[in-house]
């Protein structure tokens, strides 16, 4: 069954056309990755179904659960049940990493943060009364950030590059979220250009210029993406791919 569908969408920003005409089904409950080098459109991509600022001018129709959600802010869109967590988490100066977790809680039980933590290898008596800012490293705040995710209970969670700027161990930490995410029936798409994380997808797609030019099992897309796009200097490019001046 299908929770997010994305209809001929289309994105120009600052004159260029950055996502062309993209269909894609997402399933429910699957782990799903969207790979590619840098600069296809993955995070764009990311941002325009997250619906930020500046991502929402859209042709196209982003479909979530049967309702089209072009018009919804990003507020509107998490209230939904999605998520996204940031390939750079922010800091929140001033705000522990308790009132952070509890604020983000569908439920508010302390023994569920506490236990997300710990799964997370983050000792909760270590961290949360500590300050959400620059004392954390990037590891510890994409942990967090994923803590947040786990007790939100969101129904579509997007990871922007979730191996970006950490260490193995945390890494290896993420990929038990996200294996605890998929058994709770969560659907996850993974922005990346790492085939590590992108073995941990049951399908993938690859983005290239802001065109889907493949899709399948993990296995074939990590085989296309080893050979021809690490480095590929953007040799996949449509022929007809132009930028967009002056529309």
């Not at 929770?3 to 600052?14: F, M």
């Not at 993209?22 to 782990?31: A, H, K, P, R």
């Not at 590929?232 to 791919?241: R, V």
């Amino acid at each position: 069954m299908e929770i997010l569908q994305l209809k001929d969408v289309s994105l120009t920003l600052n004159e260029s056309r950055i996502l062309r005409k993209l269909n894609i089904t997402f399933w429910q409950g699957y782990v799903h990755a969207v790979s590619g080098p840098n600069g296809a459109g993955k995070s764009t991509m990311a941002a325009t179904i997250m619906g930020l600022e500046g991502y929402r001018d859209i042709q196209g129709s982003i479909i979530y659960r049967g309702r089209n959600i072009n018009k919804l802010a990003v507020d509107e869109r998490a209230r939904h049940g999605i998520t996204m967590a940031w390939q750079d988490p922010a800091r929140y100066e001033g705000l522990s990493v308790r009132d952070f977790l509890m604020a983000s809680s569908k439920n508010k039980d302390p023994e569920v943060i506490n236990n997300t933590l710990a799964g997370l290898s983050m000792n909760p008596a270590q961290y949360l009364d500590r300050a959400l800012d620059k004392t954390l490293s990037g590891g510890e705040r994409k942990k967090i950030e994923l803590a947040s995710i786990i007790v939100n209970e969101a129904d579509l969670v997007l990871l922007d590059e979730p191996d970006s700027g950490i260490d193995v161990e945390s890494l290896e930490r993420i990929f038990d979220a996200i294996d605890l995410l998929k058994k709770r029936g969560t659907t996850v798409i993974l922005i990346t250009h790492s085939l590590a994380v992108l073995e941990r997808a049951d399908h993938a797609f690859l983005l290239c210029h802001g065109e889907i030019i493949d899709k399948g099992d993990k296995a074939k897309i990590m085989k296309y993406f080893q050979d021809k796009c690490i480095p590929c200097g953007h040799k996949n490019i449509p022929d007809e791919w132009e930028p967009v001046i002056g529309k």
